[in-house]
Nanobody, 127 residues
């Protein structure tokens, strides 16, 4: 059983930066495709970014965050990060970390693909 704990959320002005962390226990992040999703009230959970497990080890991004967000993994710390810059008010959301055993590119943007989820961390971007 993999446990994921997010941290690093907060309030930031538009144009600012934040780094979210996702610390894993009970499993090794390098063996999973790790992803970030976000969700605002009344909306479906939205794919943000993913880093595929070792063997593929590629990063993938939603068009809305491409060029502004970077997903990375520190195997020694068993932690995944989401570096967010150029933040916009529309990035305001609860951000969730997720883990999946899949390595199939066509499925990594689908929330139902992921078995393990963190509790979420709030990111608020003021204009």
């Amino acid at each position: 059983q993999v446990s994921l704990v997010e941290s690093g959320g907060g309030l930031v002005q538009a144009g600012g930066s934040l780094r979210l962390s996702c610390a894993a226990s009970g499993g090794t992040v390098s063996r999973y495709t790790m992803a970030w999703f976000r969700q605002t009230p009344g909306k479906e959970r939205e794919f943000v970014a993913a880093i595929r497990r070792l063997g593929a080890n590629t990063q993938h991004y939603a068009d809305s965050v491409k060029g502004r967000f970077t997903v990375s993994r520190d195997n020694a710390k068993n932690t995944v990060y989401l570096q967010m810059s150029g933040l916009k008010p529309e990035d305001t959301s609860v951000y969730y970390c997720a883990a999946s055993g899949t390595n199939i590119l066509s499925t990594i943007t689908v929330a139902g693909t992921y078995t393990y989820w963190g509790q979420g961390t709030q990111v608020t971007v003021s204009s």
